[in-house]
């Protein structure tokens, strides 16, 4: 009995270690041209990440057209991981960037996000499902403002780690024709809108030159609130991930918000961001942000930025 047992371990070894050593049980996932040899994901989860540093540096020494000395990096990082089985999905998407410039012995923000977007479907008929939602954003690091301040002042503290932060759950209708392409409707969207530093809170006096004023509204946030609730409202939100070529990727995200009571305030935003691979370990990245919103501002605020830098990307999702 025992020589019996014996048998069937060594068995199960040797049946594992050959297992182990078949070029069966591994598969290729493409990093643009490079290949990457993975071994088999059984968990129904496909993954991607792409993530870029850039550094941009200019100095002068006696240069009779002018200048002045600067350096700037900046990182992004998106990654994204999507569960699949069944009629059940689970999509999750991450987009962060941060990024200084120092020009002239100063130091400044040059780019800043933090968004984490997570949804659970379910499929009730071909390309369409029912899902839940949250999606959530902030900065990572203090921004400032230096124009229209007081006479004396360099700056002026105008955002923080989650001040604000917005939180924003969602339940309804989703259309995916394909793992690149999704668009969310949903009817029930309650938001949080969170303020954690007082000290960001401002007035404009005349002139529009920005006055410190804790007992001052802020991105929505009423004087001596940390949160801001808006229970109904509506949400659409479409999201495209694509291989534009065999060396281009975009990311492409829009937002609407529109509060039942305001109506007449509907918030928008559009993410964009485009990848180029230039050779192995080098890229070009263009990425776009506009957003209106008038708690944060009476009008259409912009942020773009171009870089070329370091770049790295695996993905194991499978072609349809």
Do not use: C
């Not at 990182?75 to 994204?80: E, K």
């Not at 987009?95 to 410039?101: A, S």
């Amino acid at each position: 009995m025992k020589r019996n047992v014996a048998v069937a371990i060594l068995a199960t070894g040797f049946a594992y270690a050959a297992y182990a050593q078949d070029p069966a049980t591994t598969q290729v996932t493409t990093n643009f041209k490079d290949t990457v040899s993975v071994k088999p994901d059984t968990t129904y989860w496909q993954k991607s990440v792409t993530g870029g540093i850039n550094f941009n540096q200019a100095s002068f020494s006696n240069w009779t057209g002018g200048g002045v000395n600067s350096v700037a990096i900046g990182g992004i990082l998106a990654g994204r991981a999507l569960y699949e089985k069944g009629k059940t999905s689970w999509d999750n998407t991450a987009d962060l960037q941060l990024g200084f410039i120092t020009q002239g012995g100063r130091t400044r923000k040059a780019a800043d996000q933090l968004i984490l977007i997570s949804v659970v479907g379910h499929k009730i008929a071909p390309h369409w499902d029912l899902f839940a939602s949250g999606t959530f954003n902030t900065f990572f690091a203090p921004g400032y403002r230096y124009d229209k301040l007081p006479a004396g002042a360099e700056d002026f503290k105008v955002s923080n780690f989650f001040s604000p932060a917005q939180l924003t759950l969602a339940w309804g209708v989703a259309y995916k024709p394909s793992d690149e392409f999704s668009l969310r409707i949903s009817p029930f969207a309650p938001r949080f809108t969170f303020l954690a530093d007082d000290a960001v809170r401002f007035r404009e006096g005349t002139g529009g030159i920005i006055i410190p004023d804790k007992g001052a509204k802020a991105y929505g946030v009423e004087a001596g609130k940390s949160v801001r609730s808006e229970w109904l409202a509506l949400q659409l939100q479409a999201a495209l991930n694509k291989k534009l070529g065999e060396n281009v990727s975009l990311t492409a995200r829009y937002q609407l918000y529109a509060n039942y009571e305001t109506l007449d305030a509907i918030d928008h935003r559009v993410d964009i961001l485009l990848t180029a691979k230039l050779n192995r370990y080098l890229s070009t990245t263009l990425g776009l942000i506009a957003l209106y919103d008038k708690d944060f501002y009476d009008g259409l605020q912009l942020q773009q930025s171009l870089g070329i830098g370091l770049i790295y990307n695996a993905s194991t999702f499978r072609k349809k």
